[in-house]
T-cell receptor, first 112, second 113 residues
Framework: GENVEQHPSTLSVQEGDSAVIKCTYSDSASNYFPWYKQELGKGPQLIID?????GEKKDQRIAVTLNKTAKHFSLHITETQPEDSAVYFCAGRGNRDDKIIFGKGTRLHILP | ETGVTQTPRHLVMGMTNKKSLKCEQH?????MYWYKQSAKKPLELMFV???????ENNSVPSRFSPECPNSSHLFLHLHTLQPEDSALYLC????????????FGSGTRLTVV
């Protein structure tokens, strides 16, 4: 089955700088990679996703890149703001089943 | 509010108690899920329901018993839990089983004493 590894587990970034979170996956047939943001006291919220037929997707300050050959994908947040502080989860969905497997999460701190 | 409502938000129960967690969605979704979130562990899929039929049971102990009376409601019945079952229990829904986007509720923080 799919296995998703996420790094780093904690990331501190100065406000205004960029943050990058990286994930790798094991199943080469995986075809969908969502990113979720979880704020304190809330459930995870889908913020961006990418499918395997696309290499990059951007939504305002957030972008995701996918390298199918290397089996890794990354979340990029530019011009970080205090409200970006949260836990971010990457995930992968295998092509053979309907399971979405989550990474362990990255706690992002935006420093004033 | 995301459209998926979980109650209660917090629950403290003894190991001999019986309690139930409730999840409700009015998004018109046909698939619903229970996840367990523990500290420093990935989100663990527990149960999957599609059109009120259970399609996944991820080797979850029998002290957790799900129920899906209709496509809008999902319950997790708890009995004789262990302290290691303390965690955040998240409910999620999606348009259909194979649909990509999940909508999560805010979760129930469960503490077993």
């Amino acid at each position: 089955g799919e296995n998703v590894e996420q790094h780093p587990s904690t990331l501190s970034v100065q406000e205004g700088d960029s943050a990058v979170i990286k994930c790798t996956y094991s199943d080469s047939a995986s075809n969908y990679f969502p990113w979720y943001k979880q704020e304190l006291g809330k459930g995870p919220q889908l913020i961006i996703d990418i499918r395997s037929n696309v290499g990059e997707k951007k939504d305002q300050r957030i972008a995701v890149t996918l390298n199918k050959t290397a089996k890794h994908f990354s979340l990029h947040i530019t011009e970080t703001q205090p409200e970006d502080s949260a836990v971010y989860f990457c995930a992968g969905r295998g092509n053979r089943d309907d399971k979405i497997i989550f990474g362990k999460g990255t706690r992002l701190h935006i420093l004033p | 509010e995301t459209g998926v409502t979980q109650t209660p938000r917090h629950l403290v129960m003894g190991m001999t108690n019986k309690k139930s967690l409730k999840c409700e969605q009015h998004l018109g979704h046909n698939a619903m899920y229970w996840y367990k979130q523990s500290a420093k562990k990935p989100l663990e899929l527990m149960f999957v329901y599609s059109l009120e039929e259970r399609v996944e049971n991820n080797s979850v102990p029998s002290r957790f018993s799900p129920e899906c009376p209709n496509s809008s409601h999902l319950f997790l019945h708890l009995h004789t839990l262990q302290p290691e079952d303390s965690a955040l229990y998240l409910c999620a829904s999606s348009q259909a089983l194979a649909e990509y986007g999940y909508t999560f509720g805010s979760g129930t923080r469960l503490t077993v004493v």
